[in-house]
C-alpha cells in the first residue's frame, strides 16, 4: 500500500508566486517528515524537514505546515523562482532516533516555475 | 569531499545478465540505502543496512541482494536482471548520533535491461 501519498504530480507557478505540495500519511509511527528537493540528473536533496512536535517551520522561502490530527503535510514555496523549478518529494521515516530508520517518499511532484 | 559515490553511472544489460552497483560513503555514517526510482513511482527502498555487518528487506527487495562489504561499501546485484529493473538507482546513507534523519545521497546508476 502507498503509505505516503502526494500531490499534485506536477504543478506550474508563475515566477513570483507561491507554489504549495501536500502530502498525507496513514502509519501513526512516523516521527520525522522531511522534503527532498531533485534536479535532473541528480539525487534527492534535503531541503526541509519537521518533527511532529511542531505544527509549522520556515527556512528562508520555504515552509513546512504540519497537522498531526489530520495526519497531513505541506510545502509552501514563497516568492518562487525559475531556480526552484525540480521535483520534490515528501518523505516519512519510522525511528529516526535509532538505527534501524527508514525513510519512505511520495511519488514526487514535478514543479516547473516561469519566469 | 566526495559523500556518496556510485558507480557505474550508466550500464545497459541484456535480459539474464548479472552486474553490481558500488556505492562507497566517506563520512563514517553507519547505515546505508538502496532505493530505485521510476517514473510516476518516487522513490521505493530495496534493501538497507543499519550497521555494518546487518541487512534488511525494503519495500522491493525481489530481483536484488545485498552486501554490506565494510562501514564505508554497500553493493547492490542484480542476479538475473530483467526489464522491469530498468530504473535509476540511488545509494544512500545517514549518520550515527543525534536525531537527524537526513540521508545523503549519491548521484545515481542508471540501468537499462533489453
Known amino acids: 500500500q502507498q503509505q505516503v501519498k502526494q500531490s499534485p504530480q506536477s504543478l506550474i507557478v508563475q515566477k513570483g508566486g507561491i507554489s504549495i505540495i501536500n502530502c498525507a500519511y496513514e502509519n501513526t509511527a512516523f516521527d520525522y517528515f522531511p522534503w527532498y528537493q531533485q534536479f535532473p540528473g541528480k539525487g534527492p536533496a534535503l531541503l526541509i524537514a519537521?518533527?511532529?512536535?511542531?505544527s509549522e517551520k520556515k527556512e528562508g522561502r520555504f515552509t513546512i505546515s504540519f497537522n498531526k490530527s489530520a495526519k497531513q503535510f505541506s510545502l509552501h514555496i514563497m516568492d518562487s523562482q525559475p531556480g526552484d523549478s525540480a521535483t520534490y518529494f515528501c518523505a516519512a521515516g519510522t525511528n529516526s532516533g535509532g538505527s534501524n530508520y527508514k525513510l519512505t517518499f511520495g511519488k514526487g511532484t514535478l514543479l516547473t516555475v516561469n519566469p | 569531499n566526495a559523500g556518496v559515490t556510485q558507480t557505474p553511472k550508466f550500464q545497459v544489460l541484456k535480459t539474464g545478465q548479472s552486474m553490481t552497483l558500488q556505492c562507497a560513503q566517506d563520512?563514517?555514517?553507519?547505515?546505508m540505502y538502496w532505493y530505485r526510482q521510476d517514473p510516476g513511482m518516487g522513490l521505493r527502498l530495496i534493501y538497507y543496512?543499519?550497521?555494518?555487518?546487518?541487512?534488511d528487506k525494503g519495500e522491493v527487495p525481489n530481483g536484488y541482494n545485498v552486501s554490506r562489504l565494510n562501514k564505508r561499501e554497500f553493493s547492490l546485484r542484480l542476479e538475473s536482471a530483467a526489464p522491469s529493473q530498468t530504473s535509476v538507482y540511488f545509494c544512500a546513507s545517514r549518520g550515527a548520533g543525534g536525531r537527524t534523519g537526513e540521508l545523503f545521497f549519491g548521484e545515481g546508476s542508471r540501468l537499462t535491461v533489453l
Open positions: 563520512m563514517n555514517h553507519n547505515s
Open positions: 519537521i518533527r511532529p512536535d511542531v
Open positions: 543496512s543499519a550497521s555494518e555487518g546487518t541487512t
